[in-house]
Nanobody, 124 residues
Framework: QVQLVESGGGLVQTGGSLRLSCAAS????????MGWFRQAPGKEREFVAAINRSGYTYYADSVKGRFTISRDNAKNSVYLQMNSLKPEDTALYYCAGGGGTTYPITTSARYGYWGQGTQVTVSS
């Protein structure tokens, strides 16, 4: 069993930056792909970024060049550095972890473990 706890959300102005953190429990963190998803009010949850066991990264087109995902296996943590934030980035951001490979890493079906979410609000 893996538990994920996000932190680092908040209110920021357009163009600002935030760093989200996700702390994972469990001894097999390094074996999991880790991802960030977000859900805005009235919209479906969408993929933001992911990092596989080898450190290869994936990004949604909407955040490419602005967001950076990273992981520290020694700390059982994954991070999302968000720069040049826009009002359309406002959402509840979820950390996710998954150990299988049946589904693409960019899809929520890949992940069996989810955090409770951290709110990011970007004011215009």
């Amino acid at each position: 069993q893996v538990q994920l706890v996000e932190s680092g959300g908040g209110l920021v102005q357009t163009g600002g930056s935030l760093r989200l953190s996700c702390a994972a429990s469990g001894r097999t963190f390094s074996n999991y792909a880790m991802g960030w998803f977000r859900q805005a009010p009235g919209k479906e949850r969408e993929f933001v970024a992911a990092i596989n066991r080898s450190g290869y990264t994936y990004y949604a087109d909407s955040v490419k060049g602005r967001f950076t995902i990273s992981r520290d296996n020694a700390k059982n943590s994954v991070y999302l550095q968000m720069n040049s934030l826009k009002p359309e980035d406002t959402a509840l951001y979820y950390c996710a972890g998954g150990g299988g490979t049946t589904y693409p890493i960019t899809t929520s079906a890949r992940y069996g473990y989810w955090g409770q979410g951290t709110q990011v609000t970007v004011s215009s």
